[in-house]
């Protein structure tokens, strides 16, 4: 099971990005999933939470401005990004909690980290 995150990218203050986070391999049901993100320096944090049903939840700093969603025909979710200022720039990443096929229990997996960069 592979998790590709894409969609960064260099944009201006105030200009908007789209993520996405695709999974791939012998999944049987994603789960919860999530975007995290780490800046230089700091430690990573989580951004929003997905859970199968599309109940969402975001940190402080991004609500009214990030909105994620989900394709679970396409074990795919995403993260609209607007309005987005300086202090976004972070290297996002996505996450997932999954059943595999022909496997027992929940396994967690991370995507590779996308970069965005906003300029002031």
């Known amino acids: 099971v592979q998790l590709q995150a894409s969609g960064g990218g260099l944009v201006q203050a105030g200009g908007s990005l789209r993520l996405s986070c695709a999974a791939s391999g012998r999944i049987g049901r994603i789960n919860d999933m999530g975007w995290y993100r780490q800046a230089p320096g700091k430690q990573r944090e989580l951004v929003a939470s997905i859970t199968r049903s599309d109940k969402t939840r975001y940190t402080d700093s991004v609500k009214g401005r990030f909105t994620a969603s989900r394709d679970n025909a396409k074990n795919t979710m995403y993260l609209q990004m607007n309005s987005l200022k300086p202090e976004d720039t972070a290297v996002y990443y996505c996450?997932?909690?999954?059943?595999?096929?022909?496997?027992?229990?929940?396994?967690?997996?991370w995507g590779q980290g996308t970069l965005v960069t906003v300029s002031s």
């Open positions: 996450d997932a909690t999954l059943t595999r096929l022909g496997a027992l229990g929940e396994w967690h997996y």
